[in-house]
Antibody, heavy 124, light 111 residues
Framework: EVQLLESGGGLVQPGGSLRLSCAASGFTFSTYALSWVRQAPGKGLDWVSVISGSGGSTNYADSVKGRFTISRDNSKNMLYLQVKSLRAEDAALYYC?????????????????WGQGTMVAVSS | QSVLTQPPSVSGAPGQRVTISCTGSRFNIGAAYDVHWYQQLPGAAPKLLIYGNSNRPSGVPDRFSGSKSGTSASLAITGLQAEDDADYYCQSYDSRLRGVVFGGGTKLTVL
């Protein structure tokens, strides 16, 4: 069974940092791009970042560029998101999501597997 | 304000047909980027419902269908059932923003 399990969320003060992790299983990890998508309480979905299967290509939403860093360890089937300089508007449930297409995929690929999310709260 | 515009809410009685629109621009849907649809049940993670404008993943009932024309896309649900009561999101890619974009979501209420 394909699974994604996020961890690392918590309560952080404004300006603080966290490292979110996502453990993957049930598929050939290095073949698929992975993304982070967040959802503030009671709000819609907000794409954050994507990393290619090899890890050699990354992209970020403008709202997090320069503050968040996505990475992956294909030897451990792990995805990470280092979040820094956190703001109140970053508070959300952060989902780890798997790209639908394997290999060299277009930018408009779908997300076929979602984790259950890890919550990030930002408050002083 | 979302790049892709969806109605905040739609409703229908059991057995009826409803459609949810997703309106974009020449930078996303109109630029021939694919549209995908997700269903999010209360308290759950989103689930892929339609990919590549009109394709259903294995296990998704054929009551759900997607279409795209010009700068808009639509999700149609026929034979509404109580378990369809959920939030629905469209997704595409925007060449001006150079990133994935979602619609603001539509709350479907089954009366």
């Amino acid at each position: 069974e394909v699974q994604l399990l996020e961890s690392g969320g918590g309560l952080v003060q404004p300006g603080g940092s966290l490292r979110l992790s996502c453990a993957a299983s049930g598929f050939t990890f290095s073949t698929y791009a992975l993304s982070w998508v967040r959802q503030a309480p009671g709000k819609g979905l907000d794409w954050v970042s994507v990393i290619s299967g090899s890890g050699g290509s990354t992209n970020y939403a403008d709202s997090v560029k320069g503050r968040f860093t996505i990475s992956r360890d294909n030897s451990k089937n792990m995805l990470y998101l280092q979040v820094k300089s956190l703001r109140a508007e970053d508070a959300a449930l952060y989902y780890c999501v798997k790209g639908f297409c394997g290999g060299d995929c277009p930018s408009d690929d779908a997300f076929d597997i979602w984790g259950q999310g890890t919550m990030v709260a930002v408050s002083s | 304000q979302s790049v892709l515009t969806q109605p905040p809410s739609v409703s229908g009685a059991p057995g009826q047909r409803v459609t949810i629109s997703c309106t974009g621009s020449r930078f996303n849907i109109g630029a021939a980027y694919d549209v995908h649809w997700y269903q999010q049940l209360p308290g759950a993670a989103p689930k892929l419902l339609i990919y590549g404008n009109s394709n259903r993943p294995s296990g998704v009932p054929d009551r759900f269908s997607g279409s795209k024309s010009g700068t808009s896309a639509s999700l149609a649900i026929t034979g509404l059932q109580a378990e369809d009561d959920a939030d629905y999101y469209c997704q595409s890619y925007d060449s001006r923003l150079r990133g994935v974009v979602f619609g603001g979501g539509t709350k479907l209420t089954v009366l």
